[in-house]
């Protein structure tokens, strides 16, 4: 078993910064990428970020510019740094991780961007 543990979820105002960080622990043997996602009320879930282990990165063009991935594959975590909130980034945030055989998904972390 493979367990998520997401931290760093928050109320920031517009314009504000916030940081996530996602921490894999458990029956790891190889990962073949980890990711972001996020679910507003009364969307699909949607992919945010996202980093091979080969550290080949793919965003969302919503977020293009303004939101960076990282990954520690050392510690097994994967950090989202998010700059330049706005209002329609307000969801609950998802840690991804897939091992090529098997996915995982945190339990999810609220953002929420509000004046």
């Known amino acids: 078993q493979v367990q998520l543990v997401e931290s760093g979820g928050g109320l920031v105002q517009p314009g504000g910064s916030l940081g996530l960080s996602c921490a894999a622990s458990?029956?790891?043997?190889?990962?073949?990428?980890m990711g972001w996602y996020r679910q507003a009320p009364g969307k699909q879930r949607e992919l945010v970020a996202r980093?091979?282990?080969?550290?080949?990165?793919n965003y969302a063009d919503s977020v293009k510019g303004r939101f960076t991935i990282s990954r520690d594959n050392a510690k097994n975590t994967m950090y989202l740094q998010m700059n330049s909130l706005k209002p329609e980034d307000t969801a609950v945030y998802y840690c991804?991780?897939?091992?090529?055989?098997?996915?995982?998904w945190g339990q999810g972390t609220q953002v929420t961007v509000s004046s």
């Open positions: 458990g029956s790891i043997f190889a990962i073949n990428a």
């Open positions: 980093i091979r282990s080969g550290g080949i990165t």
């Open positions: 991804h991780v897939d091992l090529y055989v098997r996915e995982y």
